[in-house]
């Protein structure tokens, strides 16, 4: 298991990095899941309104099998800051949990809060809205998005506790 560090900690670390190798997220994120702190490599989703992306990678292993053991990831939506349809609910959460995902940072919106909140994963989103995703069958996966403004690459790292996220091109 990868050591967890304040985000705090790290942002001191980072203070002078001009690289973008370290990024801030915005602090527009609200926490939806059991779990406040966590971190891994990132895979990213992108789609708008239509969760069948989200979905598919969510029923798949959330973890990176290196020669150090199972690395659990995080899943990185970039849903266009959308707050007209949840990209994510109850039975997405369960998946997640049962998939061994680290987390779940979603640029729009969730429901089924109540059910979310008992998920022992991350969980990490705009606002709630009950309305449901339409199936179109349309989004993108493992391609860098842009998440309020921020860069996210597969395979960064983003580190999310109390305090909020960052992400790094390496593991720090």
């Known amino acids: 298991m990868h050591p967890f560090l304040p985000t705090t900690d790290l942002c001191d ?4 990095d001009t690289s973008g190798h370290f990024r801030v997220m915005p602090p527009v994120f609200k926490d939806f899941g059991l779990v406040r702190r ?14 069948t992306s989200v979905k598919a990678a969510l029923e798949s292993p959330g973890w990176l099998e290196t020669v ?5 990831q995080v899943l990185v939506v970039a849903g266009g800051a959308s707050l007209r349809r949840a990209l994510m609910g109850g039975k997405l959460g369960a ?4 998939n ?10 969730v429901r089924d ?6 998920c022992a994963v991350g969980i990490r989103a705009l606002a709630l809205v009950p309305m449901p995703t339409q199936r179109r ?6 391609i860098a998005v ?4 921020v860069w996210v690459h597969p395979g960064d790292w983003l580190y999310a506790d109390e305090d909020g996220m960052v992400v790094s091109a390496q593991p720090l």
């Open 113 to 118: 809060v109540a059910e979310l909140a008992q």
């Open 95 to 98: 998946h997640a949990v049962r």
């Open 100 to 109: 061994g995902w680290a987390g779940v940072v979603i640029d729009g919106c």
């Open 13 to 16: 670390q980072h203070l002078d």
């Open 137 to 142: 069958v349309v989004g993108q996966t493992q």
């Open 146 to 149: 842009q998440i309020q403004g």
């Open 68 to 72: 150090d053991g199972r690395v659990p």
């Open 38 to 51: 966590f971190c891994g490599p990132v895979v990213t989703v992108q789609c708008l309104e239509d969760n």
